[in-house]
């Protein structure tokens, strides 16, 4: 049904209530329709056409969750290291009962189907009943929402099937929060990555070597290097090379070197694949075959989840992949022999068999993999995201929702983490300055921020690079540099309010109008995000971004975890209250470099914390200690 329908069904039940001199009936009130949410559709989609009225739409329906509030509260008392609750996560049975929507509500929607044709059976909930999931054609959800859907264009080639508005009977406003897929445009694009072959031989533009220390030059290493006289490992300058990052590199300058997993099994570690994306065991082996020999049975163990059709595939390709790959080597390269689960998500409707030139990614990938891992009472302590997309493509309803997901995971004593993005502070994938401007139909030139990235209860990682110091990660030839900035939809929380607060105050009229000064402010750390080797296609190359740095410090993070888990202690959970209160002591300033985008230098790395860096990279004894001082146990 079209949206001019909207006024002409509103004005039918008007007068129907006038004509009987009665209040609406339960069945007339679902015929009183009002606009439920509206999105403007990102400048870089153009409308195709029509959608197929018959192509199969997997409709997800997020009803209100009754007591969140009380959810938000208990995650931070769990969270807050001051509290004499820390630590003490909840089970799953105990979030669930808090997102539950009330039976009313439940019933509500129920009703509303059933008038459409939409019988019980063909409805599947999630354990929480938060989550109503049916698969129907486009011409019924049309009909369902008071809407019209269109195949619509990215640049980048892909395509979606959505509405820019959706409408539902004004009765279910306050029983439904988000109906999905219909006006959100993410696209959870892969962080923007360099990809060169490693035996190439590149030049620095001279912008680019401002911090570049003697020790950023150091040998290329399979093995562990160990000073033959003192039996010590050896240092930074000695293992590692600047423009080619190993796992002994890493493993040494974050300090996790010496330290042997003790509880592997017991904790666990994740990452999560979009788009196709897998993680090759073959690359993956030969990867460790030179970087960490040890370890090479992992990429034979390393587990699969597949989520609505996504890829697990072993097949040489030189589309997908580089991602995948980048992400299981780094994890496995500095954790190993940690478990790895490699949770992989599709965004193609079950139902439906894509020809040519049908649009093939229909559903809404962050819901569908939350609505999985939610469901699953034993999960990874530590799941890193190597995928962002630009918060203002996001309608608000949309991010809320997903991000009240990430809480929960939170709450259950899950650590999640996110990049920050990888054009500064142009958000994610900008190449232009003219992409710096407001999506609202304004074209107000602005930052833009990422999202999940500004999601307060995921823990951001920003980019760097050399070594003795480290900066911030840039390459001007890749228009690639580390992405800090402010939400536009999350406000400042609590926790990082003074940091954050104090920052801006020392900006300045610097940038004033081109960001938000009480949004939420990220990243919140940082880790190497330049020139990794690895494998991808059965050949060495040299990516970087922060698509790096996420498996890195998640990686440190999980090996907090086994430390904690060891000693009979809970797991970190979400992190950002402990970073911000008491963990940032065990990170490395970097105060050199700035998130250059929008044709500006973007916000500058300082003393403290910092919209580009955060607090800083890990150095994992002093944060092993800081850890291990809580008094919780199990």
């Not at 004593?413 to 502070?425: T, Y």
Request: charge should be negative; proline fraction near 6%.
């Amino acid at each position: 049904m079209a949206p001019t329908m909207l006024a002409i069904r509103s004005a039918i039940a008007a007068l129907s209530l006038i004509t009987n001199g009665a209040l609406a009936s339960p069945l007339q009130s679902l015929n009183v329709y009002a606009l439920k949410d509206a999105h403007t559709v990102p400048r870089s989609f153009s409308k195709v056409g029509p959608a197929s009225a018959s192509q199969v739409l997997d409709l997800q329906i997020g009803l209100t969750q009754a007591k969140f509030d009380e959810l938000e509260q208990k995650l931070y008392d769990v969270s807050d290291p001051d509290s004499k609750n820390y630590g003490k996560h909840l089970s799953i049975d105990q979030v669930n009962a808090l997102v539950a929507p009330t039976d009313e509500s439940v019933s509500a929607v129920e009703d509303w189907l059933a008038s459409n044709g939409v019988s019980k059976d063909q409805l599947t909930y999630s354990p929480a009943k938060d989550w109503i999931k049916t698969s129907l054609p486009v011409d019924k959800v049309e009909q369902l929402l008071d809407t019209k859907y269109y195949e619509y264009q990215g640049s980048d080639g892909s395509k979606l099937v959505r509405t820019p508005q959706y409408s539902l009977p004004k009765s279910l406003h306050q029983h439904i929060e988000l109906v999905a897929p219909t006006n959100s445009f993410v696209t959870t694009k892969k962080i923007k990555s360099s990809l060169t072959p490693a035996a190439e031989k590149r030049g620095t533009p001279a912008a680019e070597k401002r911090g570049t220390s003697a020790a950023s030059v150091g040998t290329k290493t399979g093995s562990i290097p160990v000073d033959k006289t003192s039996g010590q490992v050896a240092s930074v300058g000695a293992v590692c090379n600047a423009t080619h990052v190993t796992p002994d590199c890493l493993r040494t300058v974050y300090g996790t070197i010496n330290y042997k997993p003790q509880v592997p099994g017991k904790n666990k570690v994740a990452l999560t694949d979009y788009l196709g994306e897998s993680n090759n065991r073959t690359d993956t082996r030969l990867f460790l075959e030179k970087y960490r020999p040890e370890a090479v049975s992992a990429a034979d163990s390393f587990t699969f989840e597949v989520i609505a059709n996504g890829s697990d595939s072993q097949a040489p390709t030189t589309e997908f992949d580089v991602e995948g790959n980048l992400d299981a080597q780094t994890l496995i390269g500095i954790d190993y022999p940690t478990p790895l689960t490699a949770f992989t998500t599709g965004g193609v409707a079950s139902a439906f068999k894509p020809d040519a030139e049908s649009a093939t990614n229909q559903n809404e990938p962050y819901t569908v993999w939350l609505e999985k891992v939610l469901s699953q009472e034993d999960l990874p302590q530590t799941i890193s995201n190597s995928y962002a997309d630009n918060e203002q493509t996001v309608p608000p309803a949309f991010a809320r929702r997903v991000c009240k997901g990430f809480a929960q995971l939170g709450a259950r004593g899950i650590s999640v983490l996110f990049g920050s993005g990888d054009s500064g502070v142009g958000g994610v994938h900008e190449d232009t300055p003219d992409q710096c401007v407001s999506n609202d139909g304004k074209n107000t030139t602005q930052f833009l921020p990422c999202f999940p990235a500004s999601c307060p209860f995921v823990t951001t990682v920003g980019g760097t690079k050399n070594f003795n110091p480290e900066v911030v990660a840039v390459q001007l030839s890749n228009n690639y540099a580390s992405g800090g900035g402010f939400s536009n939809y999350f406000p400042q929380p609590a926790y990082q309010a003074d940091v954050v607060q104090a920052y801006i105050k020392s900006l300045g009229s610097q940038y004033a109008g081109l960001y938000n000064t009480t949004g939420r402010g990220y990243p919140d750390v940082a880790a190497q995000g330049f020139d990794y080797a690895i494998f991808w296609g059965g050949r060495e190359v040299s990516v970087g971004g922060t698509s790096a740095a996420t498996p890195t410090f998640s990686a440190v993070v999980s090996l907090l975890n086994d430390a904690l888990l060891a000693a009979g202690k809970p797991t970190l959970g979400f992190l950002n209250p402990w970073i911000y209160k008491k963990g940032y002591k065990g990170l490395t300033d970097v105060t050199s470099g700035s998130a250059v985008g929008c044709g500006l230098d973007g916000f500058p790395a300082k003393k403290g914390w910092d919209a580009v860096t955060g607090f800083g990279t890990p150095l994992f004894p002093k944060l092993k200690a800081l850890a291990m001082s809580n008094s919780t146990k199990f």
